[in-house]
C-alpha cells in the first residue's frame, strides 16, 4: 500500500508565499516523476509543475517564475514552493508520483490541499 499526504494549505493574502508538501510512504521501490495540480471550483484538474528523477522540471505557464518544484529522493517528499500568490491560484492542490512497488509501476494521488489566496 502507498500512499501520498499533502500538507502545507491555507488562506494567504496576495503577493503571500505558501510552501507545500507531499511525502510518499509504503512498500515503495523507487519512485520515479513526481507533481503538483490543482483543480479550482468548476474547472478541470491541470498541471501546475512537474519534477523528473533526473531533477529537470517542468512548469505551466501561470506559474513559471512564481512557483518552484522540488523534492528530496531521500525523504521521498516533493515541495511546491508558492510565492507572488493571486487569487486566481485558489485551488484544492494534489500531488502525484509514479511509484514502482514490487513488481509494478502506478500512478498514485494525494487527498488533496487546500489553498485559498484571499484578502
Known amino acids: 500500500q502507498v500512499q501520498l499526504v499533502e500538507s502545507g494549505g491555507g488562506l494567504v493574502q496576495p503577493g503571500g508565499s505558501l510552501r507545500l508538501s507531499c511525502v510518499a510512504s509504503g512498500r515503495i521501490f523507487r519512485i520515479y516523476g513526481m507533481g503538483w495540480y490543482r483543480q479550482a471550483p468548476g474547472k478541470q484538474r491541470e498541471l501546475v509543475a512537474a519534477?523528473?528523477?533526473?531533477?529537470?522540471?517542468n512548469y505551466a505557464d501561470s506559474v513559471k517564475g512564481r512557483f518552484t518544484i522540488s523534492r528530496d529522493n531521500a525523504k521521498n517528499t516533493v515541495y511546491l514552493q508558492m510565492n507572488s500568490l493571486n487569487p486566481e491560484d485558489t485551488a484544492v492542490y494534489y500531488c502525484n508520483a509514479e511509484i514502482q512497488t514490487d513488481l509494478t509501476i502506478d500512478t498514485y494521488w494525494g487527498q488533496g490541499t487546500q489553498v485559498t489566496v484571499s484578502s
Open positions: 519534477i523528473r528523477v533526473s531533477g529537470s522540471t
